[in-house]
């Protein structure tokens, strides 16, 4: 058992240390479609930096999300310009009505109903401010929820377009944590952040030129105190920066250990992993406690810091303005007014002060987000890349060599082919490159060097999105979606009929369970098939693959969670469905490929041995002793 210590540093290096995003390094968890041998076990571990490497771009590419909203901020801010100005309006109407009305210089009696009259023009001037603040916030949120719309729009645009291999190598959880928490901090800095600096900074502007009229000496206090309150300010901000930043990314890096263990949720509890799990939590939640702490406490200080400076210069404001009335005839609403500005005046640096929280926060969530939109797309197809009308399925290796990284060679010179209505399976140890083989036909990585061929055209000449249509899956780990069976089997092909959907059931053995459902083909799943046993669930992923219609078949170790009794149920229709289609089929279970027509066995990347059962038999080599048990698949 790993000290506490020794645990922290792993799982630092496996879900990203503070400000690192969490990414399936070297020896981490295989991909999803992979299973073991796959590119995530030779994933480079991947991380952005802890703090934006260019914030006026981070910041540009914010405001490029407002372009479209222009209108509507100019018409918000005009809204902020009319409040502030009424803020500074009512604030100095106090002058006249207390010397005139109030506190005479004459010394005579108050004006009462004049007073009444500065009271309810007042009471407008603040009125039409409420107004206009209201409306101010009403349009900045719907800017900036249309402006988080398109950014969502956006990312998830670009996860789709995103290759296997950036899946391979990054946490589930953090992705998510990217959609959800950043970018819901990026929304509270454009629905209130922006309208509150510019406001303040309007407040800061009007407010000292207002001082300035009212009486120039007690404007020096103000003045000297100005820098006083900018340094504290400044000093609070730089550190709190680097903490917010490494909130943002500790917070990925937990849900990324979520969103792991719950779906492993039954892998932990058969090894008994419940309190080792609990204690790795623990860990990653207290570096998150640990860096939220930081990151609120820097940011929480920042009011009364500044609170305490503004108190500071109320007071000196209130003891020399009480002198100047004495000994220089200031007026009282004069002292009064000013007064007010002084509270006026350090209540914007205030808000910018405290909002600087959120512009860091939006930041580190802002520069997670574009370092998924900034990754490399799957390269764009050529402009006359080929798009077949019929695709027959003749598929051809020719000296193939490929690695997912450029230091470690997978595949070593494979050379192979596959008519029309072949059946070919690949035998060999786990990492052999059994599943690698498939990845390639896909084109979910391209390969370093030989070359590819359907139908005689080099597979990258070929339309990536023609080419996978051509193509069905059937996976080891089995995915349905939130939806009725009949959607999830129609999910191989959209325009699918209902009479073909319950074709393709039948083909895959899987109509008469189906049919045992409450509500047959239109019961609901949920949670990933959660109300299904693994073999039903699996069953529909055969019949998905089914009504596709697709010429290439690919079938990884896609009876592997199928009893032997229902393998055997459904062996015919397994049948069925690779009939006149290109097959390619990954198993343990030696049984399941003996009616191949060619069968390749593999080891270290490399074909050792390839021919039909009987003649591999009669060779006596290693696919004989993995057959007849002299030798195990690990």
């Not at 796959?38 to 771009?57: L, W």
């Not at 008469?512 to 409450?518: G, K, T, V």
Request: charged share 20%; net charge positive.
């Amino acid at each position: 058992m790993l000290d506490t210590e020794k645990r922290r540093e792993s799982l630092k290096r496996r879900y990203g240390n503070q400000a690192a995003a969490a990414g399936r390094g070297p020896g981490g968890p295989g991909p999803a479609h992979g299973g073991p041998g796959g590119p995530g076990a030779r994933g480079q571990q991947r991380g952005p930096k802890r703090m934006p490497k260019d914030a006026k771009r981070t910041v540009g590419r914010l405001f490029h999300y407002l372009n479209e909203e222009k209108g509507k901020m100019i018409l918000a801010f005009i809204c902020v310009i009319i409040n502030t100005t009424t803020t500074l309006a009512g604030s100095y109407m106090l002058r006249p009505i207390i010397n005139t009305y109030i506190a005479p210089a004459d010394g005579s009696r108050g004006d009462g109903a004049g007073l009444a009259r500065g009271l309810l023009a007042m009471a407008a001037v603040y009125l039409l401010g409420v107004i206009t603040s209201y409306f101010q916030s009403k349009i900045m949120l719907t800017v900036a929820q249309n402006a988080l719309a398109k950014l969502r729009n956006d990312l998830f645009t670009r996860l789709q377009a995103l290759p296997v291999r950036y899946y391979d190598t990054n946490s589930n959880g953090d992705i998510m944590s990217r959609f959800t928490n950043d970018v819901d901090t990026i929304g509270n800095m454009l629905s209130s952040t922006l309208v509150q600096l510019f406001s303040g900074a309007l407040s800061l502007a009007g407010t000292f030129c207002l001082m300035v009229y009212t009486n120039i000496y007690l404007t020096i206090i103000t003045l000297v105190m100005i820098p006083l309150m900018m340094k504290a300010g400044g000093a609070v901000a730089r550190r709190s920066q680097k903490f917010f930043s490494a909130q943002q990314y500790s917070l990925g890096a937990l849900n990324g250990y979520i969103e792991e263990t719950i779906t492993g949720q039954k892998v932990v509890k058969v090894f008994c992993h419940e309190e080792t799990a609990k204690e790795e939590f623990k860990i990653l939640n207290q570096e998150l406690r640990d860096n939220q702490v930081k990151a609120q406490f820097f940011g929480g200080i920042m009011g009364p810091v500044m609170g305490n400076l503004s108190q500071i210069n109320y007071s000196l404001t209130a003891c020399i303005g009480g002198l100047l009335c004495v000994a220089k005839g200031f007026d009282v609403g004069g002292l009064t007014v000013f007064l007010n500005f002084s509270r006026q005046f350090s209540r914007p640096i205030n808000e910018i002060s405290m909002q600087v929280s959120n512009i860091f926060s939006a930041l580190a969530g802002a520069e997670r987000v574009f370092h998924v939109m900034d990754e490399e797309p799957e390269p764009k197809d050529a402009e006359n890349a080929v798009i077949f009308d019929s695709m027959k399925g003749h598929v051809v290796f020719d000296h193939v060599t490929f690695g997912y990284v450029p230091e470690k060679t997978i595949l070593k010179q494979i050379s192979l082919y596959a008519k029309p209505g072949q059946k070919i399976a690949f035998v060999g140890s786990t990492g052999a490159g059994k599943t690698t083989i498939t990845n390639l036909i896909n084109r979910f990585y391209d390969i370093q060097s030989g070359s590819i061929s359907i139908d005689g055209v080099e597979i990258r000449k070929i339309n990536r999105e023609n080419l996978r249509k051509n193509i069905a899956m059937v996976l080891q780990d089995t995915h349905l979606f939130t939806g009725t069976v009949r959607e999830n089997i129609r999910y191989g092909r959209l325009d699918a009929t209902d009479e073909e959907v319950i074709q393709a059931a039948k083909t895959a053995s899987a109509h008469s369970f189906i049919m045992r459902l409450p509500n047959g083909y239109d019961t609901m799943l949920e949670g990933d098939g959660a109300n299904l046993s693994q073999g039903q669930r699996q069953l529909l992923n055969i019949a998905r693959a089914a009504i596709s219609k697709a010429p290439i078949l690919i079938l990884d170790e896609a009876t592997s969670s199928v009893d032997t009794r229902t393998e055997k149920h459904i062996e015919h229709g397994m049948d069925r469905l690779m009939a006149d289609r290109t097959t390619f089929v990954i198993a343990h279970r030696l049984s399941t490929v003996r009616n191949a027509n060619a069968i390749m066995v593999l080891e270290n990347g490399v074909i050792i041995e390839r021919g039909d059962h009987d003649e591999l038999i009669a060779q006596k080599g290693r696919y004989y002793q993995l057959y007849t048990g002299l030798l195990e698949l690990d």
